[in-house]
């Protein structure tokens, strides 16, 4: 008989190998000043890949700040004034997929009842009407933590791709690790 943990890991396996969940490949590759994004994690400067020819120098970034007032999954938020918040160039399981509940309590960890600064890239708004943003908490990048952490992939979503190359990075390094949900 099959225990309800083996099974919970076959289906996870099964999860991880679709397409949605394939990680990024980045051959160790990624724009010079992914440095910066790397500092911006809780484990640090570690060496970041190097390559390319653009910047995810994320230093001296600026932005409107706010309070959280919850934390809607692991790549939403909802602010005090009511705005709700989508993490940009990550994506996180959703609710009913594995690590749902794991991507949710590592952001409300970070996030919940703090106050936050925003940064934007391109667009505003998406087509729910949530903002789009870089999250901040002191000095830590949420949207590279949660990558970095394993419970988030890097998404390409143009045309907000600023730090899209350090994402797939971290992602690569959290894969190569086998942190979160890259854990064999």
Same mark, same amino acid.
């Given at each position: 008989?099959?225990?309800?943990?083996?099974?919970?890991?076959?289906?996870?396996?099964?999860?991880?190998?679709?397409?949605?969940?394939?990680?990024?490949?980045?051959?160790?590759?990624?724009?010079?000043?992914?440095?910066?994004?790397?500092?911006?994690?809780?484990?640090?400067?570690? &060496?970041?890949?190097? #390559?390319?020819?653009?910047?995810? =120098?994320? $230093?001296?970034?600026? %932005?409107?700040?706010? *309070?959280?007032? /919850?934390?809607?999954?692991?790549?939403?938020?909802?602010?005090?004034?009511?705005?709700?918040?989508?993490?940009?160039?990550?994506?996180?399981?959703?609710?009913? &997929?594995?690590?749902? #509940?794991?991507?949710?309590?590592? =952001?409300? $960890?970070?996030?919940? %009842?703090?106050?936050? *600064?925003?940064? /934007?890239?391109?667009?505003?708004?998406?087509?729910?009407?949530?903002?789009?943003?870089?999250?901040?908490?002191?000095?830590?990048?949420?949207?590279?933590?949660?990558?970095?952490?394993?419970?988030?992939?890097?998404?390409?979503?143009?045309?907000?791709?600023?730090?899209?190359?350090?994402?797939?990075?971290?992602?690569?390094?959290?894969?190569?690790?086998?942190?979160?949900?890259?854990?064999?």
């Amino acid at each position: 008989m099959v225990s309800r943990i083996t099974l919970f890991l076959i289906l996870a396996s099964m999860l991880l190998a679709s397409v949605a969940w394939r990680p990024i490949q980045t051959n160790g590759q990624a724009p010079a000043g992914c440095l910066a994004i790397y500092a911006a994690t809780t484990r640090g400067g570690a &060496e970041a890949p190097s #390559g390319g020819g653009l910047s995810c =120098n994320a $230093s001296n970034a600026s %932005g409107d700040t706010s *309070r959280v007032a /919850r934390v809607i999954d692991g790549d939403t938020i909802e602010l005090a004034n009511g705005d709700r918040v989508r993490y940009i160039g990550i994506d996180t399981p959703e609710r009913g &997929e594995p690590f749902f #509940g794991n991507a949710t309590r590592l =952001n409300r $960890s970070l996030v919940e %009842g703090k106050r936050i *600064r925003l940064m /934007r890239d391109v667009s505003e708004k998406d087509r729910f009407g949530r903002l789009l943003r870089y999250v901040y908490v002191d000095d830590i990048l949420v949207n590279a933590e949660l990558v970095r952490e394993g419970y988030a992939r890097a998404l390409e979503y143009e045309p907000d791709v600023r730090f899209f190359a350090c994402f797939a990075a971290l992602e690569q390094e959290a894969l190569d690790q086998q942190r979160g949900m890259w854990a064999q």
